[in-house]
C-alpha cells in the first residue's frame, strides 16, 4: 500500500518557540493532504486540508496564522506550529489521499508526530 | 453539524470469538467508510473500507456492512486474535468516529 512518512516522530520544544512537521508521501503523489490533532485516548480531529499549489482550508475553530501550512509539492506538505504553548502539546497526524478522480479517494496516514510544549 | 457516532467505547472479547464495531453517520452525502487500526503511539491504518455502491465487504477475517438506508456500517472481525487488540476509528469520508478500544484476551 501507499505509504507515508512523517518528521520528526517526536519533538520536545520550549514555550514561545515554533515547530515544524514535515509530511511526505512516498510512493504516490498527493494533491490532497490532511492534518490532524489527536488528543490523548480521543478521535482524530480534522484541523486542515492542504492542497498542492493553493491555501490550505482550516476547520472552523483552528487558527491559521498559528498553525500554517504549506503544500510546496505533491510529495510534501508541511505544518508549522508557531509561537508553541503546552496546550498545543498533542499528536498531528497527517494522511495523504492517493489519486482518483470522482468519490472520496484513499487516504493513508503518516505515523504521528509528538509534540511536547515545556 | 454532521457527525458519525461509534458504538462500544470499549470491547472485550475472548480470543477466538468475533467483536462486532457499529458506527452512524448524519450526513447522507457520506459516500466513503473506512475502518482504521491505532495501535498506541502511531498513526491510524487502513484495514479495510467501503463505498456506497456496495453493501458488504470482505477481506479475510475482517468484513464491513454497510446499510446505506439507516445510516449505518459495522466492521466485523471474525477469529479475533491477540494482536487485533488496539483501538478501531470508522470514518465517514473525512469524518471520524470516537474509536472503540479492543481488547483480546487470550
Known amino acids: 500500500g501507499a505509504v507515508v512518512s512523517q518528521h520528526p516522530s517526536r519533538v520536545i520544544c520550549k514555550s514561545g518557540t515554533s515547530v515544524k512537521i514535515e509530511c511526505r508521501s512516498l510512493?504516490?503523489?498527493?494533491?490532497?493532504m490532511f492534518w490532524y490533532r489527536q488528543f490523548p485516548k480521543q478521535s482524530l480531529m480534522l484541523m486542515a486540508t492542504?492542497?498542492?499549489?493553493?491555501?490550505?482550508?482550516?476547520e472552523q475553530g483552528v487558527e491559521k496564522d498559528k498553525f500554517l501550512i504549506n503544500h510546496a509539492s505533491l510529495t510534501l506538505s508541511t505544518l508549522t506550529v508557531t509561537s508553541a504553548h503546552p496546550e498545543d502539546s498533542s499528536f498531528y497526524i497527517c494522511?495523504?489521499?492517493?489519486?482518483?478522480?470522482?468519490?472520496?479517494?484513499?487516504?493513508?496516514f503518516g505515523p504521528g508526530t509528538r509534540l511536547t510544549v515545556l | 453539524g454532521e457527525n458519525v457516532e461509534q458504538h462500544p467505547s470499549t470491547l472485550s472479547v475472548q480470543e477466538g470469538d468475533s467483536a462486532v464495531i457499529k458506527c452512524t453517520y448524519s450526513?447522507?452525502?457520506?459516500?466513503?467508510f473506512p475502518w482504521y487500526k491505532q495501535e498506541l503511539g502511531k498513526g491510524p491504518q487502513l484495514i479495510i473500507d467501503?463505498?456506497?455502491?456496495?453493501g458488504e465487504k470482505k477481506d479475510q477475517r475482517i468484513a464491513v456492512t454497510l446499510n446505506k438506508t439507516a445510516k449505518h456500517f459495522s466492521l466485523h472481525i471474525t477469529e479475533t486474535q491477540p494482536e487485533d487488540s488496539a483501538v478501531y476509528f470508522c470514518?465517514?469520508?473525512?469524518?471520524f468516529g470516537t474509536g472503540t478500544r479492543l481488547t483480546i484476551i487470550p
Open positions: 450526513d447522507s452525502a457520506s459516500n466513503y
Open positions: 467501503i463505498r456506497s455502491n456496495v
Open positions: 492542504s492542497n498542492e499549489g493553493s491555501k490550505a482550508t482550516y
Open positions: 510512493d504516490f503523489q498527493a494533491t490532497t
Open positions: 470514518a465517514a469520508n473525512i469524518l
Open positions: 494522511s495523504a489521499e492517493t489519486p482518483r478522480t470522482g468519490n472520496t479517494d484513499t487516504q493513508y
